[in-house]
């Protein structure tokens, strides 16, 4: 039994081998980097020889079957409904072989987990609620056109100096959507990853335990609280930047305790995690968080 499931396991991995560099896929475009390798598929960065531009180019994993076609092509139909200029844009699909691609726009840019963990950028109050401001504009585009991303993490979210961009969205559905059959979900990069304990913070004191369950149910619901408790989360990772443990102190203490944060904006957060009444919607949240940045600038 244990002798099929390694030779099982194996076959997977050969037939799942990436592209080598350089390798042209799909007649056209140049394999330059590998970006990342998700559950269901591979991305690249890559040269469009056609265009000459610079594409990120998503490869299904020829061991999911058609299960990973049908997530690229769902991907595909979202973006094609949503065209943002702080969204990649779908540039090509097609299949070929045992593969399926998905070309889109390659978003120039650092994430915001690699702003925080790689380069040490540190974010008071006040840039927090800017950058939130940023990423609601786009949030709220998405949410009005009926849809919701659903996994609004820091490595989802990339900056180029002042301009924000928001990528992957293969786990996105329509509002009130059901999750598509038999998908799991690869939870990498969640707040409990071992990165966010380089902070120093008592393990077990953030995030809360009823904001972790929701990260933790296995299916997200398609509704807009499901995107503004992974804002919560989202902000939570910016102000944690800021924090200095005191030398010593191993009692565990809630983020309330640990952030220096104002209280409006603590009550912000709350709503968000739902440890006190919920935001009825994006908007309502904007408008709150609108008052907020005004606020601290006066
Ligand atoms: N349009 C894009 N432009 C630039 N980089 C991208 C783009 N899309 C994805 N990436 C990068 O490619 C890598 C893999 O992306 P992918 O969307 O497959 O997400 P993942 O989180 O690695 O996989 P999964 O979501 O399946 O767990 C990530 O590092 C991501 O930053």
């Known amino acids: 039994m244990r002798f099929f499931s390694f030779l099982s396991s194996f076959l997977s991995a050969w037939r799942d081998y990436p592209a080598e560099i350089n390798t042209v896929l799909g007649d056209?475009?140049?394999?330059?980097?590998?970006?990342?390798?998700?559950?269901?598929?591979?991305?690249?960065?890559?040269?469009?020889?056609?265009?000459?531009?610079?594409?990120?180019?998503?490869?299904?994993?020829?061991?999911?079957?058609?299960?990973?076609?049908?997530?690229?092509?769902?991907?595909?139909?979202?973006?094609?409904?949503?065209?943002?200029?702080?969204?990649?844009?779908?540039?090509?699909?097609?299949?070929?072989?045992?593969?399926?691609?998905l070309v889109m726009t390659y978003v120039e840019g650092d994430t915001l987990e690699d702003l925080i963990f790689e380069q040490g950028c540190i974010y008071d109050e006040a840039s927090c609620i800017e950058m939130t401001l940023k990423l609601l504009d786009v949030v709220q585009y998405i949410h009005k056109k009926g849809y919701v991303h659903l996994d609004l993490r820091i490595p989802n979210v990339l900056f180029q100096e002042e301009r924000l961009s928001v990528i992957d969205f293969g786990l996105a559905r329509q509002i009130g959507e059901e999750p598509p059959l038999g998908y799991q979900r690869n939870r990498k990069g969640l707040i409990t990853s071992k990165k966010m304990r380089k902070t120093r913070r008592p393990e077990t004191a953030y995030p809360p335990k009823s904001a972790r369950s929701s990260y933790t149910a296995q299916f997200k619901l398609a509704e807009e609280q499901s995107d503004l408790s992974d804002i919560g989360h989202f902000m939570l990772f910016m102000l944690y930047s800021s924090y200095e443990s005191e030398d010593g102190a191993d009692t565990e203490r809630s983020w309330q305790e640990e952030l220096s944060i104002s209280s409006e904006l603590q009550e912000v957060i709350e709503r968000l995690l739902e440890l006190r009444e919920p935001y009825s919607s994006t908007d309502e949240f904007y408008h709150d968080l609108h008052v907020l940045k005004t606020k601290s600038f006066l």
């Open 28 to 101: 056209r475009y140049v394999n330059l980097q590998l970006l990342g390798e998700g559950s269901y598929g591979m991305t690249y960065k890559c040269l469009d020889q056609k265009s000459g531009a610079v594409v990120a180019l998503k490869q299904s994993r020829p061991s999911k079957g058609e299960y990973a076609e049908h997530l690229l092509r769902r991907e595909k139909n979202i973006l094609q409904a949503l065209p943002h200029p702080q969204i990649p844009e779908l540039l090509d699909f097609f299949v070929e072989g045992k593969h399926t691609y």
